[in-house]
């Protein structure tokens, strides 16, 4: 079993800027899984944001959200970011991280995200 436990939410406006941190309590398992955040809103399925492999070669990005967010990690803390720049309101949404890039991999609890002015 592996805790993943996000922060970093909050409101902000619009051209805003976030970051968000998920923090593994497993850094074995941690530093050998990809990485992902996910976000959703009510009424609407949970949507891939970002992915980042184990070694952080390769990531990969929603249309939505590519050139605006970066999501990167560090293995010895056991830490994925994501950092959100030039907010839009429709990034609004609870930002999930997962561990395993899987809708069955592990989740941590959420952290809410709303971007107002």
């Known amino acids: 079993q592996v805790r993943l436990v996000e922060s970093g939410g909050g409101l902000v406006q619009p051209g805003g800027s976030l970051r968000l941190s998920c923090v593994a309590s497993?850094?074995?398992?941690?530093?050998?899984?990809?990485m992902a955040w996910y976000r959703q809103t009510p009424g609407k399925q949970r949507e891939l944001v970002a992915v980042i492999t184990d070694s952080a070669r390769h990531t990969n990005y929603a249309d939505s959200v590519k050139g605006r967010f970066t999501i990167s990690r560090d293995n010895m803390k056991n830490i994925v970011f994501l950092q959100m720049n030039n907010l839009k309101p429709e990034d609004t949404a609870v930002y999930y991280c997962?561990?395993?890039?899987?809708?069955?991999?592990?989740w941590g609890q959420g952290t809410q995200v709303t971007v107002s002015s």
């Open positions: 497993d850094g074995n398992i941690f530093g050998r899984s990809t």
């Open positions: 997962n561990l395993g890039a899987t809708t069955s991999g592990y």
